[in-house]
């Protein structure tokens, strides 16, 4: 292995562990010798998430967090570093989408559920913020530490149906920004903080909007390749080497960037 852009032995808590996303990439991480701690809010997948993850490694604990909770974080944090000493890697996975936030083609604006719209941005964006606040003071102590949030195309251009997801999202993309100035200017250059933002990728929260009951592509689907130089969507596990690359010394020079995992979406004007 490039020890360059080696993550064994370092402690990366991981939010949102129990999901597709955030699973995939804890997988990679126990993979490639990192310490993975795994949290998330529902037990029934953080218990079968930390179950499959030892089947690669043993440096592996799962624990109940909410990320929308301070006081939870906190408890987490410090049996983090009661048992490895400190926190080297913090990824910020925890988020998504809901249907009542998703306006249906003949839907309008306000027509929106305001009640989702609240859930869609609290936790994309403060599931985002309180992490990295709770965590992030164990890194100053050290004056080290990386931080990977999950921003996404939206925050790039306007991406319709999407508006409150793409609100909180662009929200993170600022945020990251901010933070790594902060630590930077506060704590020096031991402490990066980064984002990526994925293009499109078929998963469970998109599904519906993106492949019709028969399997063919949704209108929308073809709109996103249409604009995808690539011309197919992304598989999840082409998140996992620019992550690891975020989080390793290859990046040391690294901070306040948002890195676009995107088959060339963003870059494209579609002309």
Known sequence: MNELFSIAGKVAVITGAGGVLGGNIARHFVQQGA???????RQEQLDNRVAELKQYGEDVIG?????????SLQKVADEIVAKWGHIDILL???GGNMPGATLDPDQHFYDMDIACWEKVTNLNM???????MIFGKVMAAQKSGCIVNVSSMAAYSAITRVPGYSAAKTAVANFTQWLA?????K???GIRVNAIAPGFFIGDQNRRVLINPDGSLTDRSKKVLAKT?????????ELNGAVQFLCSDAASFVT????PIDGGFSAFSGV
Do not use: C, H
Not at 63 to 71: A, F, K, R
């Open 35 to 41: 310490k993975v701690v795994a949290i998330d809010i």
């Open 63 to 71: 624990i109940l967090g909410n990320v929308l909770d301070v006081e």
């Open 92 to 94: 910020n996975i925890a």
């Open 126 to 132: 403060n599931g985002t913020v309180y992490p990295s």
């Open 181 to 185: 100035s902060e630590m930077a200017l």
């Open 187 to 189: 704590y020096g250059d």
């Open 229 to 237: 130089p690539f011309k197919r969507f992304g598989d999840i596990n």
């Open 256 to 259: 306040g960037a948002m890195l």
